[in-house]
């Protein structure tokens, strides 16, 4: 079994061929259980360490929206800053979990799409296509999300 694959394995016919790493976030606790607070009375929360998994692929929000790509042949290096990634199972990603895509940090926005659940139509099932989708945005040097 490869690194990152869902524990009831993935059966869907595109191959596995991207490298992430995940970053699940949970809120912390204080040793009697109740919930951590910052002086603000906020719950604060922390990231785990990096999960390797493999995703289908990735790609910008531009493409799934048709907008016109704005690159220019004389650009050398870009990045996006919003993508969806099309994941063996999105049901272990949560909002604010982040990943690492080509090196750069994203997180997670919203709720993943899974397409096994057959949407928008609950007589076909897209479960032997694709396992689902995953929304990200880039996050900044600074934690503020937002384009580069």
């Given at each position: 079994m490869?690194?990152?694959?869902?524990?009831?394995?993935?059966?869907?016919?595109?191959?596995?061929?991207?490298?992430?790493?995940h970053?699940?976030?949970?809120?912390?606790?204080?040793?009697?259980?109740?919930?951590?607070?910052?002086?603000?009375?906020?719950?604060?929360?922390?990231?785990?360490?990096?999960?390797?998994?493999?995703?289908?692929?990735?790609?910008?929000?531009?493409?799934?929206?048709?907008?016109?790509?704005?690159?220019?042949?004389?650009?050398?290096?870009r990045?996006?800053?919003?993508?969806?990634?099309?994941?063996?199972?999105?049901?272990?990603?949560?909002?604010?979990?982040?990943?690492?895509?080509?090196?750069?940090?994203?997180?997670?926005?919203?709720?993943?799409?899974?397409?096994?659940?057959?949407?928008?139509?609950?007589?076909?099932?897209?479960?032997?296509?694709?396992?689902?989708?995953?929304?990200?945005?880039?996050?900044?040097?600074?934690?503020?999300?937002?384009?580069?």
């Amino acid at each position: 079994m490869q690194p990152g694959l869902p524990a009831f394995g993935y059966t869907a016919f595109l191959p596995l061929q991207t490298p992430i790493q995940h970053m699940i976030y949970t809120l912390n606790t204080n040793p009697d259980g109740t919930p951590a607070l910052d002086a603000h009375g906020i719950q604060q929360g922390s990231y785990g360490a990096p999960i390797p998994r493999m995703i289908v692929c990735w790609w910008p929000l531009e493409r799934r929206t048709w907008e016109v790509d704005p690159i220019d042949p004389d650009v050398v290096a870009r990045y996006e800053s919003d993508i969806h990634l099309l994941v063996p199972d999105p049901t272990v990603y949560n909002k604010p979990d982040r990943v690492i895509v080509n090196n750069l940090l994203y997180q997670v926005e919203g709720l993943a799409t899974d397409w096994k659940s057959a949407l928008p139509f609950k007589t076909a099932s897209y479960g032997m296509l694709i396992g689902g989708e995953v929304h990200v945005r880039r996050v900044s040097s600074t934690g503020v999300i937002g384009g580069m």
